[in-house]
Nanobody
Framework: QVQVVESGGGLVHAGGSLRLSCAITGRAFSLYTIGWFRQAPGKAREFVAA??????TYYTDFVKGRFTISRDNAKNTNLQMNSLKPEDTAVYYCAADRTTAQTIGLTEPEYWGQGTQVTVSS
């Protein structure tokens, strides 16, 4: 009984920025780790970044130094994406599970949002 809603996708030129937001509601939502994943056409879903209920963060190597995940409060999580590249183009999904920031990308999170499209033109 947890709902996940992400927003903030759009179209930007290479080098631009976007901020994605994820809102989680439902019972015990403050205990959940939030992870961001993305999937491009013809490619497998991949982990991007995560933040735990304690504020611990974890990033995949290809976004380190460009993306920043933060948590405004127990409900709202943001993914600030800077220096975007065409290869960042994908549908970005927010997911929630009661696990750690380091492990949420290694399992199938319990709850998922519907996704938001990010397109970076060259």
């Amino acid at each position: 009984q947890v709902q996940v809603v992400e927003s903030g996708g759009g179209l930007v030129h290479a080098g631009g920025s976007l901020r994605l937001s994820c809102a989680i509601t439902g019972r015990a939502f403050s205990l959940y780790t939030i992870g961001w994943f993305r999937q491009a056409p013809g490619k497998a879903r991949e982990f991007v970044a995560a933040i735990s209920s304690r504020g611990d963060t974890y990033y995949t190597d290809f976004v380190k130094g460009r993306f920043t995940i933060s948590r405004d409060n127990a409900k709202n999580t943001n993914l600030q994406m800077n220096s975007l590249k065409p290869e960042d183009t994908a549908v970005y999904y927010c997911a929630a599970d009661r696990t750690t920031a380091q492990t949420i990308g290694l399992t199938e999170p319990e709850y998922w949002g519907q996704g938001t499209q990010v397109t970076v033109s060259s």
